[in-house]
Structure formats: C-alpha cells, structure tokens
C-alpha cells in the first residue's frame, strides 16, 4: 500500500444494502505478477451481495468488486503489458476491491480492448458473466454440437450471455426461463429459439445440459429436465432457497451427472484459463456475438445498484460509473463504426 489515498465503496459490516459506506483508503500497490488499474466503470454483480450479507465469508472492512474496465496504471514485477495507459477490462474476483479509484490483480486476467470498438461500460461488466458464459458451457458442460441447452433467469447478468455463448459453441435447441412474463421478450434478444416461465418447466423436454444458478424448487425440476447422459451445472443460488439434496443413487441409476461452477475459486486456481476465457468473451462482445445490455449508476449509488439486484426485478447488467472520464470516452457513442453501434445500443438499453 501507498501513502496515497483514494475513494471505495467499503462494506464496513454485513448486512443490508444501506451498509455500503463511501470510505478514503490507500491505493493499492501491485506485487509480482499483478497489475493496477485505474478503474472507469465497475459491474455491480449479485456476488457482490453475498459478500454483504456476509453468505461468503469476508474479512471486514471489505472493497467488494470483481470486474472492472479502465486504463493501466502501473505494472508489478515481471509484468511485460499492456502498457501503462492502456484500456483494460480485468477480473477482479480472486481478491476483490473493484468498487474503488484503483485496484490491483493478477496480469493473467487483465484483458486489453479496443476503446474504438467496444464501450468501456459494457467493457467493464464482461469479465465476470460472459466469461463464466463460456467457461461453464465448454469447460465443466462440456458441449458438443448440436446439444439442447436450458438455462434458467435468461434475462439476468450471466442469464443473457449463456444464449448466445451456447449458440457460438454449437448447441441446437436453446431455451431460457424467466421468473415473468415481462422478462419473456427481453430474453429473446439473448440468442434463445424459446423462453418460457419457470412454471412452465414440467413441459419444456429434455436437455442435455441445463444451468441452474436459481436453486430451490428451480434445481430439483431441472434434474428431471435433464436428458440421459445430460449434464447439469450448479453455478448459483439467486432464490436463496436452502440447499437442495440431490441423490447420488438417482444419478447413478439415471446416467446423469451434476457439476459445480464457482468463477472466484476456478480463477484463483487457473489464471491463465480465465485470462483466455476472458480474451474470447471480450473478442465476442467486441465482434457482436454476445450482446450485453448494461444500465449505469454512479458509484455512490452501489446501494441502489444492490437493492435493484436483489429485487430480482434487473435485466442484463448494471455497472458503477467510478471515473467515466478516465476511459477516454464518456460511454459508447455514434461515429465509432458499426460495431461500436452496436455496442452502443446495447450499452444504451434502457436501465431497470
Ligand atoms: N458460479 C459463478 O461463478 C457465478 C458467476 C456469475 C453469476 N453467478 C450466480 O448466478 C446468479 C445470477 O447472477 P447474475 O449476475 O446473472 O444476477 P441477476 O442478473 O441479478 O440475475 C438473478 C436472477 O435470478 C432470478 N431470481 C430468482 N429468484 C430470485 C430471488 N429470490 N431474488 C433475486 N433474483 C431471483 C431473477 O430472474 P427471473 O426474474 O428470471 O427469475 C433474477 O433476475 C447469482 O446467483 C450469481 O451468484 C455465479
């Protein structure tokens, strides 16, 4: 740490939203190996909110923020780039902190983008769910062509690039579900050939991977959804339902099988993985492929952001505007090419 100091959103002590606390501390120092950013934008996530509420366990004061884009600001020991300045968009998952002027993480998963192409907003809200996207479909998934997709709160953060993530690997037949009849049409853009209600579910057939990151009821139904030798991953628990118990004997006897996805623990073990992962969710974004639609608070509304998260009422993704100006670029605009219209659009959809 410096002497310096600088601006974070703290969580002083768990609990509710209105925990939050704009808080000075000192900038961080990359060690060997790292790279500080100085942030523009940070994406607002619902494990952010676990950690407030104290679900995952955290040492206090905490900076929450696992993702970010900006520009960066200096290089740890044996670091050879990007270079100082440049736009960077960074997972900050493994030791947290993106909720601040600056934050240091591992070189591995700072990715480098083209401000000409991409915002830097929607930058900052792609390392985490569209990396996930395809770490879960191809890594733990294990998709082959033509293999029938589900997967469930289609309209969310990582609901919205799982669609289009199953459609670039390959998949046949992709089905989102969301939690109401608003949300159907708002998915649909998401890359899924239907959408339906989770109350619908009994009727949908068979899959033959089906992610589930709502749990409860959600994740027993889901088993049922799932197709002999079809695989499904456990990456979430939105509901807040307790634990489900799923039988061993059932998949034993059923050819079936359940997996586990957690980002922070599969980053902290595989950097370079999540570096490359990361690389291709950023290439598709910039390319168009995946679309991710971010609405925008200032910094000093993360508890506002939360709040909205928690209601389950959001679509796509929100993301904290902590220095704007430093991307060199106010958020996406005209004149910057094609696909940075398209970017543009996505990045200017309305806010809920
Ligand atoms: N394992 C990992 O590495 C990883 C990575 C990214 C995200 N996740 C997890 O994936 C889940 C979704 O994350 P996200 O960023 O996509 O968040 P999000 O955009 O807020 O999506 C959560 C969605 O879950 C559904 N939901 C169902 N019951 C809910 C309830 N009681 N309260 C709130 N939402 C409820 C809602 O969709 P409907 O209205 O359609 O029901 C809601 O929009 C979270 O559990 C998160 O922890 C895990």
Partial sequence: MSNEQMSAMVIPEFGPAEVLRPTTVAVPEPGPGQIAIDVAYAGANFAEILYRQGVVDVALPFVPGIEVSGRVRALGAGVEGPAVGDPVAA?????????????????????????????????????????TA???????????????????????????????????????????????????????????????????????????????????????????????????????????????????????????????????????AHPVETGAAMRRAVGAVTAGELIVQVATLALDRAAEAHRRIESGATTGKLVLEVAPSRSGSRGPGPGRGARADQSAMAANMPAS
């Fill in 91 to 131: 997972l900050t998952i493994v030791d947290s902190g993106g909720y601040a002027e600056v934050v240091v993480t591992a070189a591995d998963l700072v990715v480098p983008f083209d401000e000409t192409r991409l915002s830097p907003a929607v930058a900052a809200a792609v390392p985490s769910n569209s990396t």
């Fill in 134 to 268: 395809f770490l879960v479909l191809d890594r733990v998934a294990r998709i082959e062509p033509g293999e029938s997709v589900l997967v469930h709160a289609a309209a969310g953060g990582v609901g919205s690039q799982l669609g289009r993530a199953a459609r670039l690997l390959g998949a046949g037949r992709v089905v989102g579900t969301v939690g109401s009849p608003a949300k159907k049409e708002i998915a649909r853009q998401f890359g899924y050939d239907e959408v339906i209600l989770r109350e619908e579910l009994a009727a949908a057939g068979e899959f033959d991977i089906v992610v589930d990151m709502v749990g409860g009821p959600t994740r027993r139904a889901s088993l049922d959804r799932l197709a002999p030798m079809g695989r499904m991953v456990v990456m979430g628990n939105a509901s807040g339902a307790a634990d489900v118990g799923l039988s061993a004997n059932e998949l034993w006897f059923t050819n079936r099988t359940v997996s586990g996805f957690n980002l922070a623990a599969f980053a902290a």
